[in-house]
């Protein structure tokens, strides 16, 4: 099994950022692409961004300029920095592996308001 423990969310401002830390526990975070994904209320859980084992990122367009993945592999830590935050990110996050494992952690809730 994989753990999988996602934190740094909050209540946020239009404009502000947010910054979200992700550990994942076992053997396997350094073999597998990791991801951000994210499920708003009512919709199905999206992909947001995702980073390979080399480090190299992919991003939705909605987020892409806006947000920023980094891993840490020797940490076992998985980074999501958002800038400029819109209300229409307003979601739970997930860490995960790509393509994602059956199970997932609780998930950070961000939320935009003003």
């Known amino acids: 099994q994989v753990q999988l423990v996602e934190s740094g969310g909050g209540l946020v401002q239009p404009g502000g950022s947010l910054r979200l830390s992700c550990t994942a526990s076992?053997?396997?975070?350094?073999?597998?692409?990791m991801a951000w994904y994210r499920q708003a209320p009512g919709k199905e859980r999206e992909l947001v961004a995702l980073?390979?084992?080399?480090?190299?990122?992919g991003f939705a367009s909605s987020v892409k300029g806006r947000f920023t993945i980094s891993r840490d592999n020797a940490e076992n830590t998985l980074l999501l920095q958002m800038n400029s935050l819109k209300p229409e990110h307003t979601a739970v996050y997930y860490c995960?592996?790509?393509?994602?494992?059956?199970?997932w952690g609780q998930g950070t809730q961000v939320t935009v308001s003003s």
């Open positions: 076992g053997s396997i975070f350094r073999d597998y692409p």
């Open positions: 980073i390979a084992t080399d480090g190299s990122p």
């Open positions: 995960n592996r790509y393509p994602e494992l059956a199970d």
